[in-house]
């Protein structure tokens, strides 16, 4: 009764609440200041979209159309024609950037490794018409934030289900017991 | 001028939201006062429709899956795992072991991720603001986490029908495990040191919105809302999904059904999510983590894709009409996501796409709950009410 009666008068638990607060004050912010300190995107992030290249500079879209037929917001647009040697040549290939959902099944639906999305998140801009992308503008982000071993990267790991999801490997990451726990404190 | 007993009042009607900041997003509710008294209370939903409902009609099993991400966009692979649970039932797909614990695995860190949020809008809504800021530190570790695994922080996407995306990597695994070694012990020495004791805390949640277990009943009220009124219901221990009969943990229970018995509710139910992830990584097995019985559902192998005809008629056909040989049938499914129980029923009709796709979502349900929490109330505890039944709009209006 007595101690009830103290933790009411002497507000425990606020002072309790308080001291912690103030424990606080003398810890590391967790905070990034955005603009000055960046923090990049882990690998596979699902950013602006981007068109691949093969080895010696030319498109690998061959234009089939898969990657519009998948999408659930109908924001990619493949325009075809046919060609001399009765070839598809693909005209024009725009992708509506503001009703994008990412939610990255042009990349699974894509035979080709074509269609990819980068990791870069910073394209805001006051017009529509930046955020329609073309052709042009889609291969040029490839160059820009892709190309190279990143790209290779990318589609080994997010170009998916290959066969070997379909069974077992040694190399499946798993539990790894008591050195899990090493770790942990280490970190 | 003297006061008389006989001076003649009215009730004022207000409008809280659509535009209200303590509405989480936007919930109108018309309320009827009587000086500070709530006489009645009117929820109206709608401002959030974008037609899921319909919208899935149109589209492939496949290619609905984003529209789920967006219902609960606070746990959104809840709803990817709720989808996929009720195709995969309708159409008899078994999913890989692995797979299942990855699922129960990224739920679990879903639901920590939504029951942190719910607690701490609702603390800030009450005016503890403390816990708000620290929540966003805990949060943004496991969206981290979820960004590392998928690629996206909130509309992950990251379950398909018969497995998940990809698989997980060793690092991420390392990284959630250290996450786990130390969240219990932060929600009690940082959340609940500075609100389970509290007493403006106490004095704005114990014996407020009050709702007995037979009315929760009632008005269908499922997950930690029915659990706070101490209705041991919970779809992951009555109808086992993916891997949670595999695993060990306990239904915490309230006792008096009101704001602060769900919210001890919500923080238990953070723990034992914790114990589920643990368990879910130490059991993590090695194994396939797509389906490879339903090469008619999921996209065959991007290796095989140009090199055999079967697989790239596969992978044609299951993008443009989406699954042909799917059965004909009805199947309503439920799971428990952290709001409550998601249930989806799905009628087939043996084309590609669901001939309807109707959802039962718990916020919906909740807020149709809300006079009932709001009798006898005063108008701030109507802010207490909104935050204790945790309601995402974007699932409610569908």
């Known amino acids: 009764m007595i101690k009830k009666m103290a933790k009411k008068l002497f507000l425990l638990e606020i002072v309790k609440a308080m001291g912690l607060t103030f424990r606080m004050m003398l810890t590391r912010p967790v905070t990034r200041q955005y603009p000055d300190e960046k923090r990049p995107a882990f690998p596979g992030f699902r950013g602006l979209h981007a068109l691949a290249r093969r080895e010696d500079g030319t498109p690998r879209c061959v234009g089939c159309g898969l990657c519009s037929a998948v999408c659930p917001s109908r924001c990619i647009h493949v325009y075809t024609s046919e060609g001399a040697d009765h070839r598809k040549i693909v005209d024009g290939y725009d992708i509506e950037v503001l009703r994008c959902v990412y939610c990255g099944f042009c990349v699974e639906a894509c035979p080709y490794k074509a269609v990819v999305l980068t990791e870069h998140f910073e394209y805001s801009d006051y017009t529509r018409e930046a955020l329609f992308m073309n052709k042009d503008k889609l291969l040029s982000n490839w160059d820009n934030y892709m190309a190279g071993a990143k790209g290779e990267e990318y589609h080994k790991r997010f170009w998916r289900p290959m066969s070997e999801d379909f069974k077992a490997h040694d190399d499946q990451a798993v539990f790894r017991g008591a050195k899990q726990k090493e770790l942990s404190n280490a970190a | ?398």
């Open chain 2, 1 to 398: 001028m003297p006061i008389t007993n006989d001076m003649k009042t009215k009730n004022l009607t207000i409008s809280m939201g659509p535009q209200h900041p303590a509405t989480h997003g936007v919930l109108k509710v018309v309320l009827e006062l009587d000086g500070e008294s709530i006489v009645k209370c009117t929820p109206y939903v709608g401002y959030l429709h974008r037609g899921v409902e319909k919208l899935a009609e149109s589209m492939t099993y496949l290619s609905a899956l984003p529209l789920t991400d967006r219902l609960d966009y606070i746990a959104s692979v809840c709803n990817n795992v709720g989808y996929c649970v009720a195709v995969e039932r309708l159409f008899g797909i078994e999913v890989p072991e692995r797979a299942k614990f990855i699922r129960t695995m990224t739920c679990e860190m879903a639901r920590i991720s939504s029951h942190i949020l719910g607690v701490a809008t609702h603390a800030l809504d009450i005016g503890a603001m403390t816990v708000f800021l620290y929540s966003f530190r805990d949060r943004e570790t496991l969206l981290d986490l979820f960004e590392m695994l998928c690629g996206a922080r909130l509309t992950v996407s990251y379950p398909r029908i018969g497995g998940v995306r990809n698989d997980v990597t060793q690092e991420f695994l390392d990284k959630l495990y250290a996450f786990t070694d130390t969240f219990p012990a932060t929600i009690e020495r940082e959340y609940e040191t500075l609100l389970n004791e509290n007493r403006i805390w106490k004095q704005r949640t114990i014996g407020v919105g009050v709702i007995t277990a037979e009315e929760a009943i009632n008005w269908g009220m499922t997950g930690p809302n029915l659990r706070g009124s101490g209705v041991f219901y919970d779809i992951r221990k009555f109808a086992p999904y993916d891997a949670y009969d595999k695993v060990e943990f306990d239904v915490p229970l309230g006792k008096n059904g009101d704001v602060y018995d769900r919210y001890l509710c919500r923080m238990e139910e953070m723990k034992q999510s914790n114990r589920i992830i643990r368990q879910c990584i130490e059991q993590l097995p090695k194994g396939a983590i797509m389906a490879p019985d339903a090469p008619k559902f999921t996209l065959p192998p991007k290796d095989r894709v140009l090199a055999d005809m079967e697989s790239l008629i596969h992978q044609f056909v299951l993008i443009t009409k989406g699954p042909i040989a799917a059965p004909e049938g009805e199947l309503y499914a439920s799971t428990e996501v952290p709001k409550g129980e998601l249930g989806f029923y799905i009628i087939s009709d043996g084309s590609g796409k669901p001939y309807r796709m109707r959802l039962r979502s718990p916020s919906f349900v909740h807020v149709s709950a809300l006079p009932v929490l709001c009798r006898d109330a005063m108008v701030a505890d109507f802010i207490a009410n909104v935050g204790t039944i945790d309601i995402v709009l974007g699932e409610c209006d569908r």
